[in-house]
């Protein structure tokens, strides 16, 4: 079956415009669809409402992590943060590549203020405790980086991906599991005659179960016929007040 994975690009943007352009074109090469900021439109949804609309159509989280936290949402958490937690509260399945070493960036692409560089930090330190990561100190090794991480996750956390509409491979499949459910709970016209075999109902504590010659010989009243049996029922159905079942 052929299968595209939906991949959401994650990272601050304006300090990482060609790193994102270069893993964008990687994952297409890749036979991946690639999601983005780059691709968000103009919306009456807030941006985060957005976003996670987005990662919820999404098989994989991609984390780009470099020397910017990024912008900050009124609550004083970046949206970079905001999307990888909430990847992880949502099991989606989650890659982090962080740069290397952030002291080798040139300045304009690293946190000015305190504050920035102190939840820039607090942030690493998250995606990193107690989680498999890489690192990347140029382009080159980003995407390699990116390659060895996505075909990772697909193999060790199999998603449910995009099918063409056209193909046939997912109506075979679903076809194939109908007919092995219908061949193993479907009574065949032999298994119907050997229940029936018999034309009388044992009648024990008021369970009815199929007469046999291992049973011992009942009394009239314990057995009824099989007409007996329905005329029975359809009587007693008369009788019974309208019972309206209700959820559990």
Not at 24 to 41: A, D, R, Y
Not at 144 to 149: K, T, W
Not at 175 to 180: N, R, V
């Amino acid at each position: 079956m052929s299968k595209k994975y939906q991949v959401f690009v994650s990272s601050t943007y304006k300090d990482l415009k060609e790193e994102r352009l270069a893993v964008t074109q990687f994952l297409l090469k890749m036979g991946f669809i690639p999601v983005g900021m780059e691709q968000f439109p103009a919306s009456n949804m807030s941006q985060m409402d957005y976003i996670k609309m987005m990662l919820d159509s999404c098989d994989y989280y991609l984390l780009i992590l470099a020397g910017k936290y990024g912008t900050i949402d009124a609550d004083g958490v970046g949206f970079t943060e905001k999307e990888y937690d909430y990847a992880i509260a949502n099991n989606i399945p989650v890659m982090s590549i962080l740069i290397k070493d952030i002291g080798k960036l040139a300045s304009e692409k690293c946190e000015e203020t305190d504050t920035g560089r102190a939840l820039l930090k607090s942030f690493r330190d998250k995606v990193s405790a107690g989680k498999m990561v890489d690192f990347y100190t140029d382009i080159g090794s980003l995407t390699s980086a990116v390659g060895a991480a996505v075909y990772s996750c697909v193999q060790n956390f199999p998603s449910k991906g995009w099918i063409r509409g056209d193909s046939t491979d997912g109506a075979e499949d679903i076809e194939a599991k109908i007919e092995e459910y219908l061949h193993k709970h479907t009574a065949t016209k032999e298994d119907i005659e050997a229940l029936f075999a018999n034309d009388t109902i044992i009648l024990d504590g008021g369970n009815a179960s199929s007469h046999t010659e291992e049973k011992t010989t009942e009394s009239p009243c314990d057995t009824i016929s099989m007409a007996g049996a329905r005329t029975l029922v359809e009587e007693l159905a008369k009788k019974l007040p309208k019972v309206e079942w209700g959820e559990f």
